[in-house]
């Protein structure tokens, strides 16, 4: 990374005001959000089913359970969560992007999704949730697109349960130098026109593999989980380590 002024921050590989962050974001994640989960598996190949799927599995989450789903988009996440909370569960699905929230909301209950999951547009960096509200809190894909990472590790902190988890499942550094170059190609070369081919929108795919690249690598991420107040923190490596989960509980 370079350096930057204090109040500056990374929009993919430009330094911007950190004041225009949130907007230019909300402005790329309104322009995708029709085409989101078309896209999500044309760039995968449909892998990131598995990602969400194993993320689940890491969570602990039981039935009852109060769970919130953060930047949680196009509701993905959510929909594996809902199931397993059962009726005396709750899922809170927030997103800061009016227009995502709104495509998931109608995706889950198009699935018929409705009796144990709530919708709220929030900013990760200061959650309108009392203290201690969560058993579980995850955050998909999400967590490179905040202007102040820290702070919302902090407010993830605050309002979560203690002896609860959260759960970071985001794109990170390969582990193999081999698989780094494939994945620059693919991301610099490959990601934007098929984003300009299948959503229209070559330019906000530009930032999305931009965004990826600016994110804390896993030991990093880590480090700055442990200094928010997470404990036993750990991460799993997930295709050659294109893509991460951290864990990290709240005592």
């Given at each position: 990374?370079?350096?930057?002024?204090?109040?500056?921050?990374?929009?993919?590989?430009?330094?911007?005001?950190?004041?225009?962050?949130v907007?230019?974001?909300?402005?790329?994640?309104?322009?995708?959000?029709?085409?989101?989960?078309?896209?999500?598996?044309?760039?995968s190949?449909?892998?990131?089913?598995l990602?969400?799927?194993?993320?689940?599995?890491?969570?602990?989450?039981?039935?009852?359970?109060?769970?919130?789903?953060?930047?949680?988009?196009?509701g993905?996440?959510?929909?594996?969560?809902?199931?397993r909370?059962?009726?005396t569960?709750?899922i809170?699905?927030?997103?800061i992007?009016?227009?995502?929230?709104?495509?998931?909301?109608?995706?889950?209950?198009d699935?018929?999704?409705?009796?144990?999951?709530?919708?709220?547009?929030?900013?990760?960096?200061?959650?309108?949730?009392?203290?201690?509200?969560?058993?579980?809190?995850?955050?998909?894909?999400?967590?490179?697109?905040?202007?102040?990472?820290?702070?919302?590790?902090?407010?993830?902190?605050?309002?979560?349960?203690?002896?609860?988890?959260?759960?970071?499942?985001?794109?990170?550094?390969?582990?193999?130098?081999?698989?780094?170059?494939?994945?620059?190609?693919?991301?610099?070369?490959?990601?934007?026109?098929?984003?300009?081919?299948?959503?229209?929108?070559?330019e906000?795919?530009?930032?999305?593999?931009?965004?990826?690249?600016?994110?804390?690598?896993?030991?990093?991420?880590?480090?700055?989980?442990?200094?928010?107040?997470?404990?036993?923190?750990s991460?799993?490596?997930?295709?050659?380590?294109?893509?991460?989960?951290?864990?990290?509980?709240?005592?």
């Amino acid at each position: 990374m370079t350096d930057q002024q204090p109040d500056s921050t990374h929009f993919g590989f430009k330094t911007v005001k950190q004041t225009e962050k949130v907007s230019l974001v909300a402005n790329v994640f309104h322009s995708v959000a029709a085409k989101y989960d078309l896209m999500n598996d044309v760039m995968s190949l449909g892998i990131h089913r598995l990602w969400k799927r194993f993320t689940i599995d890491c969570s602990g989450v039981r039935p009852g359970h109060q769970v919130l789903d953060l930047a949680g988009g196009t509701g993905d996440i959510t929909a594996l969560f809902s199931k397993r909370v059962g009726p005396t569960g709750k899922i809170i699905l927030a997103d800061i992007n009016e227009s995502m929230l709104n495509v998931g909301r109608d995706k889950l209950r198009d699935l018929g999704l409705v009796n144990n999951i709530d919708y709220v547009q929030a900013n990760a960096e200061a959650l309108p949730f009392a203290d201690n509200s969560f058993d579980i809190i995850s955050i998909g894909f999400g967590l490179r697109n905040v202007t102040d990472k820290d702070a919302a590790l902090r407010s993830m902190y605050r309002v979560l349960k203690p002896g609860g988890r959260l759960l970071v499942l985001e794109f990170s550094k390969p582990e193999y130098e081999w698989l780094s170059k494939v994945y620059d190609l693919y991301s610099f070369k490959l990601l934007p026109t098929i984003g300009g081919l299948v959503a229209n929108d070559k330019e906000s795919y530009q930032y999305l593999a931009e965004s990826i690249r600016m994110h804390p690598d896993q030991d990093t991420l880590k480090q700055m989980m442990e200094t928010a107040g997470f404990e036993h923190v750990s991460y799993h490596n997930l295709t050659g380590g294109i893509v991460a989960l951290h864990k990290g509980y709240k005592f």
